[in-house]
């Protein structure tokens, strides 16, 4: 195994995370804030330490086995969280590290959980801060899964590479010409998400912060009330528009931009996620409109904009939803697992695993019923190998069993249950707020204690990584080829 190629990329990674601190050195530094001198201290120290770790491994080879890409992977992710911490315990904030890991962890993997309060009142450089480690992360994310996912082999991605659909998908000849394009789309949406924000009210600040929270999927905002702060309906359909956006496959984007095809309703994951945002969004505005006087109008509205942040795992709010009653709080609750499509920055199992799994069983039915019939199951019109369907139910298996688990380890640090599972349902989806009084959407994390923000941090990673990325290196078989 060659762990050159690890150590240079992280320390390219990591000049890039220096360089970007500088961004918000240089609006606290306009601001004549003191926090521009933390943010440069640890733009230099995370230059100096990508740009030794460059220079001890920059004779590296070229070649990147799968073993050296799932190490890479968890490195990276760990190492941006950690240094992406310092520059906010060195703020006016005055975080603990633990708080201030929670926060990066939370960013880096646009979850969108926060232990921070006063938003308001904060700095531009720590809210700037905040929003720019979402957006490196969901590019991040959108690159992993076109490069790493396939060798995973839950599904997911993988199903892009099925020899049936090699051909049709593949945009561009290489994955680094594919992650070229869809970096260049995503920031020409991230820009036109600013600009139509700012042309309907918000500041230039916000529209600029929101913009690269909402397209990661992310939802960090700078207000502690949310998007509830701006009291805009438009805005809230315009920021239902871009998280729709940022929840569908970004290769489908560039293949618009590139090839001129317009293939989204071809497309079966994004088909049933409309549909799924149609059917939820009807039942629980047609429920909430019979139990309340909002008219019907502003309950679509409104739970429209839930909805989709929900199953967008953004995490955005606009009012606190688990006031509604038990039928929204268990709605939103289940709604935490779904995702939406894979390709995207959305978290959570994902509308294509969805999809497979319940044509497995449909097939399984079938199969009790007709013990002598030949089922296929197919998707995108074209049958799946049945491995790759056992991958898909297995990680199923092992999502819920991990959310269990996490669920489990959190009630031992004192936490009650439904904020246990909430918070486990949560982390593991990167979805950020919760269901309870404590961690929901009118809540945040800052009260837990500092065991289960670390136990949460963990649970963010393992969903962001798609929780076999992790689990594969405590395989020794792993590390014994």
């Not at 006063?118 to 720590?126: A, K, N, R, W």
């Not at 496959?249 to 945002?277: C, H, M, S, T, W």
């Amino acid at each position: 195994m060659s762990f050159q190629i690890i150590g240079f990329t992280v320390g390219v990674l990591l000049c890039i995370l220096g360089l970007a601190e500088l961004i918000p050195a240089s609006v606290d530094w306009a601001d004549s804030s003191i926090n521009a001198q933390g943010f440069l201290a640890c733009a230099i120290v995370s230059m100096f330490f990508g740009g030794a770790m460059m220079i001890m491994n920059k004779n590296y080879s070229r070649k990147v086995g799968v073993r050296e890409a799932f190490i890479l992977t968890n490195v990276s992710w760990l190492a941006l969280s950690f240094f992406s911490a310092f520059p906010l315990v060195l703020s006016d904030v005055h975080p603990s590290f633990v708080d201030a890991l929670f926060e990066s962890v939370s960013g880096i993997t646009t979850t969108g959980s926060t232990v921070f309060v006063g938003l308001d009142y904060m700095s531009q450089g720590v809210l700037l801060w905040r929003s720019i480690t979402q957006w490196i992360g969901g590019v991040g994310i959108v690159a992993f899964a076109i490069v790493l996912l396939p060798f995973l082999r839950v599904g997911g991605m993988q199903l892009f590479r099925t020899e049936s659909s090699d051909r049709s998908e593949k945009i561009l000849p290489q994955s680094g010409q594919v992650i070229f394009a869809i970096l260049f789309v995503y920031c020409i949406l991230t820009g036109i998400c600013a600009i139509t924000y700012g042309l309907l009210g918000m500041s230039f600040f916000d529209a600029v912060n929101h913009a690269m929270t909402t397209l990661p999927t992310g939802g960090y905002s700078t207000h502690d009330s949310s998007f509830g702060y701006f009291k805009s309906p438009v805005l809230e359909l315009a920021a239902t528009f871009f998280m729709a956006l940022g929840g569908l496959p970004f290769v489908l984007f560039a293949a618009v931009l590139y090839k001129g095809r317009f293939n989204f309703f071809k497309d079966e994951q994004v088909r049933a996620i409309l549909i799924i945002y149609a059917g939820i969004i009807g039942v629980i505005a047609m429920w909430l409109w019979l139990h309340s006087d909002i008219s019907l109008v502003s309950c679509l509205q409104t739970v429209a904009f839930n909805v989709v942040s929900v199953i967008t795992t953004t995490g955005f709010a606009s009012t606190d939803y688990t006031a509604w009653g038990q039928f929204a709080v268990i709605s939103f609750f289940f709604m935490t697992y779904l995702g939406a499509c894979a390709g995207s920055t959305a978290g959570g199992i994902k509308t294509m695993r969805l999809i497979v799994a319940v044509r497995a069983v449909d097939g399984y039915i079938k199969q009790l019923l007709y013990p002598r019939g030949v089922f296929t199951i197919r998707y995108q019109g074209q049958p799946l190998r049945n491995d790759l369907i056992m991958n898909v139910l297995v990680f199923l298996g092992l999502y819920l069993l991990c959310n269990a688990a996490l669920t489990l380890c959190l009630t031992l640090t004192g936490l009650d249950f439904i904020t246990a599972v909430s918070g486990a349902a949560t982390a593991i989806a990167n979805v950020g707020p919760g269901v309870g009084t404590i961690i929901g959407p009118a809540g945040n994390f800052a009260t837990l204690p500092d065991s289960a923000k670390l136990l949460l941090c963990f649970g963010m990673l393992l969903g962001r990584l798609e929780i076999m990325t992790i689990l594969v290196l405590f395989a020794p078989a792993f590390w014994r080829r």
